[in-house]
């Protein structure tokens, strides 16, 4: 089921997270542990919901969004996670929800 509230701060869907899936994780903005996440936290702060948000620094400029951790995640996981917050600029938390729960998928993969 599609939730648009599952959408990370960084563009991820939780909600094909098999982590989420199998309640070992309450997902980006609920899980109060994840005080290590600067971009969640950073969101918080600005009351976004994802960095698709911002209106100071696009996600390609941000030192927080394009750090050294989210670059070994992004090749690890085959995660495009500039792809995910462009896709929701383009189509909203909704649609973008509805389209990764019915893809199953976490997040865009890199081309």
């Known amino acids: 089921m599609a939730d648009p509230?599952?959408?990370a701060a960084c563009g991820l869907y939780c909600g094909a997270c098999r982590s989420y899936l199998n309640g070992k994780c309450p997902g980006c903005r609920e899980n109060l542990k994840a005080t290590w996440c600067k971009l969640r936290t950073c969101?918080?702060?600005?009351?976004?919901?994802?960095c698709s948000e911002c209106?100071?620094?696009a996600p390609a400029d941000c030192k927080k969004f394009n750090n050294f951790i989210s670059k070994i995640?992004?090749?690890l996981f085959n995660s495009d996670r500039s792809?995910?917050?462009?896709?929701?600029?383009e189509t909203g938390y909704e649609a973008y929800a509805a389209e990764m729960a019915a893809k199953k998928k976490q997040t865009i993969n890199r081309k």
Not at 43 to 50: D, G, K, V
Not at 83 to 89: E, F, G, P, S
């Open 55 to 57: 209106t100071l620094i």
């Open 73 to 75: 995640f992004g090749l």
């Open 43 to 50: 969101c918080l702060e600005h009351n976004y919901q994802s």
């Open 5 to 7: 509230k599952l959408v």
């Open 83 to 89: 792809a995910c917050i462009a896709r929701i600029k």
